[in-house]
């Protein structure tokens, strides 16, 4: 089963950046299919961006696209969410998804890390 660590949450003002990575282990990191998710407190977990396993398409969710990028490093089995101009909506825990591409599928969730937009 994929161990996963995310790093690089933490508190930033409104406008600021911050860029999250979450590290693989354990598994042929180029099997899986990598997402990102967030909670806010009193709300549901929603999927925020998605990048294959190959990194040939990404997907966003619309609250963040044009300001958070996704992207993957196969070979030092890492995933990036670069979050550029942070509001305080974006305030949440932040977890990182692996799904694999094989058959069975098999999935894990890392452990989360917070993210906190305020001045």
């Known amino acids: 089963q994929v161990q996963l660590v995310e790093s690089g949450g933490g508190l930033v003002q409104p406008g600021g950046s911050l860029r999250l990575s979450c590290a693989a282990s354990g598994v042929t990191f180029s099997n899986y299919a990598m997402s990102w998710y967030r909670q806010a407190p009193g709300k549901e977990r929603e999927s925020v961006a998605r990048?294959?396993?190959?990194?040939?398409?990404?997907d966003y969710a619309d609250s963040v696209k044009g300001r958070f990028t996704i992207s993957r490093d196969n070979a030092k089995s890492t995933v990036i969410l670069q979050m550029n101009s942070l509001k305080p909506e974006d305030t949440a825990v932040y977890y990182c998804?692996?799904?694999?591409?094989?058959?069975?599928?098999?999935?894990?969730w890392g452990q989360g890390t917070q993210v906190t937009v305020s001045s």
């Open positions: 998804y692996a799904r694999s591409i094989t058959y069975p599928p098999v999935d894990s």
């Open positions: 990048i294959s396993a190959t990194g040939g398409r990404t």
